[in-house]
């Protein structure tokens, strides 16, 4: 415990960000991000989003829903690592050191959460194929050759380091829709019932690889021409190092040249694939992110993703926490010794996205639906804040532009320690008034940057489990204190300052008190604000850096287990 006196002066030391590097290619105060372009395919239960052959189907259930017996929503998503935009990475081909089976090595080890963040981004080179698009019989791919990527470099420049090629057929713009009709993207081309979709064939791959380019993404269900080149096409690229976007649409938004392009996923322990999500960056801050990604200038701001690790919300007492994070294992693969697998997860599972509709209901609602406790909460909290808001905004109508920009980290570590053992469970507040004490002393917050708070916490206590009980579950059951929250005041303030969306290291925005935790996802939705929960290692971050965030484009969902970076 400490004296007031302590507690005011631990105020007045809220003041600095973290600041590693006083230079970068990067500049914090371009408002001029760009124009972000989404390369994703939508993921829902009705599309041809999982592999079409034994596979198991992407599902959501929506098992937590704002009403009698709770005032958030969030879903049990069962996906697979082959659903909708997605990425393979070396050891999708290459065994593990030691296995003694074919082309084992180091990068057999390179799973999703191992994937350096460099590899994630770079200049997109598109080159278009779109004349060999249903150029083949049934059942077989239109070969995309070596003299297709010759041409292209004769028209623009040769491929090197830092070069992310983009092989555009605009395929899946064309037959990536609902089912039944959606049988066309995958399930007809496996039957031979229709073309199959154009790639690259092993010897224009093996080109491609030579080039020293960072990594390769089609617009095809997968980097594999039917019916029998699959393998060998993987093994040409995986080999060497690359890694593979499968599934991207709109390629046809970008310019051959120029644009920063990025794909990221959840950083699953283990994963030799993930599902994932592509943007791309054209105009804007493109070019200094493109320098920052050739110079491997890019910070990891994710957690991995294990089963023995806290990552879900444990809940209070007994019977009240959410689906663990769980791995499904469904299918032996003898060439890699490993075994396929899904996942099952809560949408607010490790490093994700909190949309307004997580904690607001629709419109419409009938607010004497809440629990009694609730509907208490919420008379409160409207006497003090204003009428509470409504929203459908799920995390797939979140715009890329809201939850990417330059960031402003706050270091709010002093607030470590100045709540009383008998006030738990509590967290230490982050207030408006800190918040201007801060911006007296930095300068104020500009309109679209990206708070994040850095308290420590998960760098600290993110560890396995039963020791990361320290994580959550500890700290929710008033065992020990914890982690510094903002209160619904800070994000009014944020609010009027143009902030659209605020990140923590903390496994929440909201803290342990239920209340407060409450109001403080009131406002957030009411202001149409998003959160980005359970970061990590943000004191890596020097004063300009630019933020991305991105999770797999799942239709309704009211989370996102997704991916940050930062680029400085």
């Given at each position: 415990?400490?004296?007031?006196?302590?507690r005011?002066?631990?105020v007045?030391?809220?003041?600095f960000?973290m600041?590693?590097?006083?230079?970068?290619?990067?500049?914090?105060?371009d408002?001029?991000?760009?124009?972000?372009?989404?390369?994703?395919?939508?993921?829902?239960e009705n599309?041809?989003?999982?592999?079409a052959?034994g596979?198991?189907?992407?599902?959501m259930?929506?098992?937590?829903?704002?009403?009698?017996?709770?005032?958030?929503?969030?879903?049990l998503?069962?996906?697979?690592?082959?659903?909708?935009?997605?990425i393979?990475?070396?050891?999708?081909s290459?065994?593990?050191?030691?296995?003694?089976?074919?082309?084992?090595?180091?990068?057999?080890?390179?799973?999703?959460?191992?994937?350096?963040a460099?590899?994630?981004?770079?200049e997109a080179?598109?080159?278009?194929v779109?004349?060999?698009l249903?150029?083949?019989?049934?059942?077989?791919?239109?070969?995309?050759?070596?003299?297709?990527?010759?041409?292209?470099?004769?028209?623009?420049?040769?491929?090197?380091?830092?070069?992310?090629?983009?092989?555009?057929?605009d395929?899946?713009?064309?037959?990536y829709?609902?089912?039944?009709?959606?049988r066309?993207?995958?399930?007809?081309?496996?039957?031979?019932?229709?073309?199959?979709?154009?790639?690259?064939?092993?010897?224009?791959?093996?080109?491609?690889?030579k080039?020293g380019v960072?990594?390769?993404?089609?617009?095809s269900?997968?980097?594999?021409p039917?019916?029998?080149?699959a393998?060998?096409?993987?093994?040409?690229?995986?080999?060497r190092?690359?890694?593979?976007?499968?599934g991207?649409?709109?390629l046809?938004?970008?310019?051959?040249?120029?644009?920063?392009?990025?794909?990221?996923?959840?950083?699953?322990?283990k994963?030799p694939?993930?599902?994932?999500?592509?943007?791309?960056?054209?105009?804007?801050q493109?070019?200094?992110?493109?320098k920052?990604?050739?110079?491997?200038?890019?910070?990891?701001?994710?957690?991995?993703?294990?089963?023995?690790y806290?990552?879900?919300?444990?809940?209070?007492?007994?019977?009240r926490?959410r689906h663990?994070?769980?791995?499904?294992?469904?299918?032996?693969?003898?060439?890699?010794?490993?075994?396929?697998?899904?996942h099952?997860?809560?949408?607010h599972a490790?490093?994700?996205?909190?949309?307004?509709?997580?904690?607001?209901?629709?419109?419409?609602?009938n607010?004497?639906?809440?629990?009694?406790?609730?509907?208490?909460?919420?008379?409160?909290?409207?006497?003090?804040?204003g009428?509470?808001?409504?929203?459908?905004?799920?995390a797939?109508?979140?715009?890329?532009?809201?939850?990417s920009?330059?960031?402003?980290?706050?270091?709010?570590?002093?607030?470590?320690?100045?709540?009383?053992?008998?006030?738990w469970?509590?967290s230490?507040?982050?207030?408006a008034?800190?918040?201007?004490?801060?911006?007296?002393?930095t300068?104020?917050?500009?309109?679209?940057?990206?708070?994040?708070?850095r308290?420590?916490?998960?760098?600290?206590h993110?560890?396995?489990?039963?020791e990361?009980?320290?994580?959550?579950?500890n700290?929710?059951?008033?065992?020990s204190?914890?982690?510094?929250?903002?209160d619904?005041?800070?994000?009014?303030?944020?609010a009027?300052?143009?902030?659209?969306?605020?990140?923590?290291?903390?496994?929440?925005?909201?803290?342990?008190?239920?209340?407060?935790?409450?109001?403080?996802?009131?406002?957030l939705?009411?202001?149409d604000?998003?959160g980005?929960?359970?970061?990590?290692?943000?004191?890596?971050?020097?004063?300009?850096?630019?933020?991305?965030?991105?999770?797999?484009?799942?239709?309704?969902?009211?989370?996102?287990?997704?991916?940050a970076?930062?680029l400085?």
């Amino acid at each position: 415990m400490k004296s007031m006196k302590t507690r005011l002066d631990i105020v007045t030391l809220l003041t600095f960000v973290m600041a590693l590097g006083q230079s970068g290619s990067v500049q914090a105060n371009d408002r001029d991000q760009g124009q972000i372009v989404d390369l994703s395919l939508i993921v829902a239960e009705n599309y041809p989003c999982t592999w079409a052959t034994g596979f198991p189907r992407f599902y959501m259930n929506r098992y937590i829903r704002i009403g009698p017996s709770s005032p958030y929503n969030s879903d049990l998503l069962q996906i697979d690592g082959n659903t909708g935009t997605q990425i393979d990475v070396p050891p999708h081909s290459i065994p593990r050191p030691g296995s003694g089976l074919k082309n084992a090595g180091p990068l057999g080890l390179e799973y999703t959460d191992q994937t350096p963040a460099w590899k994630l981004v770079g200049e997109a080179c598109v080159i278009d194929v779109t004349s060999l698009l249903d150029q083949a019989p049934n059942g077989v791919s239109p070969l995309i050759k070596k003299e297709h990527i010759i041409a292209w470099e004769k028209k623009y420049r040769p491929l090197g380091q830092g070069d992310i090629v983009l092989l555009r057929s605009d395929y899946s713009d064309r037959y990536y829709k609902p089912m039944p009709e959606g049988r066309r993207f995958l399930a007809l081309p496996l039957e031979k019932k229709s073309p199959a979709w154009p790639d690259p064939d092993p010897e224009c791959m093996a080109y491609i690889a030579k080039k020293g380019v960072t990594a390769v993404g089609c617009d095809s269900p997968t980097m594999g021409p039917m019916p029998d080149l699959a393998a060998a096409v993987h093994d040409e690229g995986l080999l060497r190092g690359l890694v593979f976007t499968e599934g991207a649409t709109n390629l046809k938004k970008l310019p051959p040249t120029g644009a920063f392009y990025c794909m990221m996923g959840p950083r699953h322990f283990k994963g030799p694939y993930g599902e994932g999500r592509a943007f791309a960056i054209v105009g804007g801050q493109a070019d200094s992110l493109i320098k920052s990604a050739r110079e491997k200038r890019v910070a990891d701001l994710s957690v991995v993703m294990a089963a023995n690790y806290p990552l879900t919300w444990p809940g209070r007492g007994v019977s009240r926490h959410r689906h663990p994070y769980t791995r499904a294992d469904f299918f032996y693969e003898p060439a890699l010794d490993i075994f396929h697998h899904t996942h099952l997860m809560d949408s607010h599972a490790g490093t994700h996205l909190v949309p307004p509709a997580y904690s607001l209901p629709k419109p419409g609602f009938n607010n004497n639906n809440y629990p009694p406790k609730v509907l208490q909460w919420l008379k409160e909290y409207e006497v003090k804040f204003g009428k509470r808001g409504t929203s459908r905004v799920t995390a797939d109508k979140v715009p890329l532009s809201q939850i990417s920009g330059n960031a402003r980290v706050i270091d709010v570590r002093p607030l470590i320690g100045t709540t009383q053992n008998s006030q738990w469970p509590a967290s230490p507040a982050i207030t408006a008034a800190q918040l201007e004490v801060y911006e007296k002393k930095t300068g104020k917050l500009e309109r679209g940057e990206i708070v994040l708070f850095r308290t420590g916490h998960v760098d600290t206590h993110y560890k396995p489990l039963p020791e990361g009980k320290t994580c959550m579950e500890n700290p929710i059951n008033g065992l020990s204190e914890g982690w510094p929250a903002p209160d619904a005041g800070a994000i009014l303030h944020l609010a009027k300052r143009g902030i659209r969306c605020v990140g923590t290291d903390a496994p929440t925005l909201g803290g342990v008190d239920s209340k407060q935790a409450l109001f403080t996802y009131w406002t957030l939705g009411t202001q149409d604000m998003v959160g980005v929960e359970f970061l990590t290692r943000l004191g890596q971050l020097p004063a300009k850096a630019v933020f991305l965030f991105a999770s797999p484009k799942i239709k309704g969902c009211h989370g996102g287990p997704g991916r940050a970076i930062a680029l400085y």
